[in-house]
């Protein structure tokens, strides 16, 4: 009853009337289809379909539909093929994994190359091999339970396999748009390509609608997957509809899928009081698909009004600054592909969009743009599934920086050289400071949050660093690797345990008491206070704080102070009291007293704090003295064998193996940096001093 009256408060009358009017709709669909899916009557047949939208006959409409083909301006459009990444453009590529999924060979969120001789299992977790099931049955898709207590299967590897995304390399193997000049053939009509690809679509594709029966089973349980599958339906339909080799009855047969797919998306929408990128992935598949339906009826008005919709969610959804409001670098990333292919559409039927989604757009591409280190790579902060919705993409290498910008008149010096002049860039809404120069790329994460943002899919990472010295990844964020696979993984991955930080242990945000809250919940404190930034000439120094101790009345500190002529980043770290420390040091290290008098004799003893360092797998770090007779304490950092620097302390760290996930399902072992102390009235001192940088200066 308290979370319903508090849920009540949240929403408002009208959000809860929206809320309830939902959970009606999803009700009466459920009650309605469960029935015709239990018995297999639930799936739009060809008849149906004509009939009640006066289509006299699938051969007429057929060549209607590919008549429209849309996907082909798509691939021509500069927009489209400047976001590619580089291996999507290479023919040699393209065909070697192309002939990988012919062979119904895949590598899915860390599986590894995996071969079906057979059947490809569709509802299957064909990684995990433990002793639960590790497969779906063909179950109404709204009784499918997906959470679990423990670890199991994941849901994402069958997901992420109906998502269909290998579709981009069966036909951009077939119609070679990226083989030289003179070796392409009429690459859209007519001619037929390489047939084992063709064959392939059509195998798989046929496969699937036959093994997936309309509301049943796993591949039915997220709205969002199918839209993604739509939309790769989509691309292969005119990657492949004038091929003479695959029959009309497949033809057919996928759009009445299709249908399926999208009377799917127009009952299953997944909106709520904090929508995310589920929901605008839901708006992009109906768009695609009602962009792909001509002669429908009311199909112009659903596309407009889906447009309508989906800009006002990106006004929603992308804050001023050009960040997504999910605090993820990658989920912005996603949604970021989401935008471009709404603006991809738009272009090829003629559409113009508002111009506030263009201009959005353009901060959108600029945020990750500065969140990219001199290699181009987006540094990832918060969750990361490496989700894509065709093919990703990759914007290369970082924008022109404000060092560009000044640069001297021709005959004039500047008295500090412009390699040395560092870059800062704070993006407020976000949370996260960015410092750059030609050595050096630096992210310091605030704990900015509002309470109109859904928690999800950030970390406890207030405060947390990661460092990239010499293109050389030093400190990173350990990534997510894992969502309801593992919910304990899950969580330490979230918590502040895992992060570049500081913290008290006993505290709720830590991985000890994370597992009794929602894999997509994370408890948060408002915060949208900003930090103190100060610059000059080659000195940058950051300084933000953090109120998550509030109730115990403590503050907890952080000042970044970058020096880019003497190579070096420092950090100071403390937690600051209410009280008077001097007059009252325990109720500083201890609850206070009416807390005292309510817990027990466990929670009576001082809390302690810890610090956290994670270092890139490919770093070594080695310590150089006795750290029993000195109260200065220094580890040499090294890439393999060669020497970076140094790292000094007055923190009595000591090394473990840890671990870091590249991407969703993979994980790497790593050399992490701890250290925990019970007197949290002291000030610590993290240094690092880095040798002169190899690069040309």
């Known amino acids: 009853m308290l979370y319903y009256l508090k849920r009540i408060h949240e929403l408002g009358i009208s959000g809860t009337y929206r809320a309830i009017d939902r959970r009606i709709k999803t009700d009466n669909f459920a009650q309605t289809w469960r029935v015709k899916a ?289 605090g993820s670098t990658k989920y912005h990333q996603l949604v970021f592909e989401i935008a471009l292919h709404v603006k991809l559409l738009c272009h090829a039927h003629k559409i113009t969009l508002p111009e506030r989604f263009e201009k959005k757009i353009e901060l959108m591409k600029n945020f990750i743009h500065d969140c990219s280190d001199q290699s181009g790579n987006l540094v990832a902060i918060g969750d990361d599934d490496s989700g894509i919705i065709v093919t990703g993409i990759e914007l290369g290498q970082p924008r022109r920086t404000l060092r560009d910008g000044l640069r001297p008149p021709q005959g004039e010096r500047l008295l500090i050289p412009l390699s040395n002049i560092p870059e800062i860039k704070f993006y407020k809404n976000f949370g996260i400071s960015i410092i750059r120069d030609n050595n050096w790329f630096i992210t310091f994460r605030h704990p900015t949050y509002q309470s109109r943002q859904p928690s999800g899919h950030f970390h406890q990472d207030q405060l947390s660093i990661t460092v990239t010295f010499d293109t050389i990844p030093i400190l990173i964020d350990p990534g997510s690797y894992v969502y309801t696979g593992n919910p304990g993984i899950r969580n330490d991955f979230r918590s502040v345990n895992y992060h570049n930080t500081f913290f008290i242990n006993q505290e709720p945000h830590n991985n000890r008491t994370l597992a009794s809250q929602d894999l997509f919940q994370l408890a948060r404190h408002t915060n949208q206070n900003d930090p103190i930034i100060h610059r000059h000439d080659s000195i940058i120094t950051i300084h933000d704080t953090h109120t998550e101790y509030n109730h115990k009345d403590i503050t907890a500190h952080r000042t970044l102070i970058f020096n880019s002529s003497e190579n070096s980043v420092s950090l100071q770290d403390w937690f600051e009291s209410a009280r008077t420390l001097r007059d009252r040091p325990t109720a500083f290290l201890r609850a206070s007293a009416s807390e005292e008098k309510r817990s027990s004799t466990k929670d009576n003893n001082p809390l302690t704090s810890a610090w956290v360092l994670v270092f890139d797998p490919s770093i070594t770090i080695i310590k150089k003295n006795n750290f029993e007779i000195s109260n200065v304490h220094e580890w040499a950092i090294q890439k393999e064998t060669t020497p970076l620097g140094q790292l000094v302390t007055n923190l009595r760290f000591r090394s473990q193996i840890g671990y870091y996930a590249p991407a969703y399902g993979i994980l790497r072992e790593t050399t992490v940096l701890i250290a925990e102390y019970e007197n949290m009235t002291d000030k610590h001192r993290i240094e690092f001093l880095f040798t002169k940088s190899t690069k040309t200066q």
Not at 155 to 180: D, I, N, T
Not at 270 to 294: M, Q, R, W
């Open 38 to 326: 239990l018995s297999g009557q639930a799936n739009h047949t060809w008849e149906q379909i004509a009939s009640k939208h006066n289509i006299l006959d699938f051969i007429s409409y057929f060549e209607i539909l590919k008549n429209n083909n849309f996907v082909a301006q798509i691939i021509q459009d500069q927009n489209f093929r400047q976001i590619l990444p580089k291996t999507y453009t290479s023919q040699e590529f393209i065909c070697t994994q192309a002939d990988k999924f012919a062979n119904n060979c895949f590598d899915l969120l860390g599986s590894g190359e995996i071969c079906f001789s057979e059947k490809i299992p569709w509802h299957t977790d064909f990684k995990y091999t433990g002793t639960s099931p590790r497969s779906w049955v063909n179950a109404f898709y709204q009784d499918i339970t997906i959470t679990q207590k423990i670890s199991g299967p994941d849901v994402k590897v069958p997901w992420e396999l109906s998502r269909f995304q290998h579709v981009y390399f069966f036909g951009m193997a077939y119609k070679k748009p990226f083989a030289p000049i003179e070796s392409r053939r009429d690459e859209w009509r007519g001619a037929n390509g390489n047939q084992k690809y063709a064959h392939a679509f059509y195998q798989q594709v046929n496969d699937w609608i036959d093994q997936n029966p309309y509301l049943l089973g796993i591949n039915w349980r997220c709205p969002m997957d199918v839209a993604i599958r739509a939309i790769n339906f989509i691309w292969g339909f005119y990657f492949f509809a004038h091929d003479q080799t695959i029959p009309e009855l497949f033809w057919q047969k996928l759009v009445c899928s299709l249908y399926d797919h999208k009377h799917y998306l127009e009952n299953n929408w997944e909106t709520s009081d904090k929508p995310n990128n589920h929901y605008l992935a839901d708006l992009l598949g109906y768009l695609y698909i009602s962009c792909f339906f001509v002669n429908i009826k009311k199909t112009y008005q659903t596309r407009q009004q889906t447009i309508i919709t989906i800009c006002e969610q990106f006004d929603h959804q992308i804050q001023p600054d050009g960040s997504c409001y999910e």
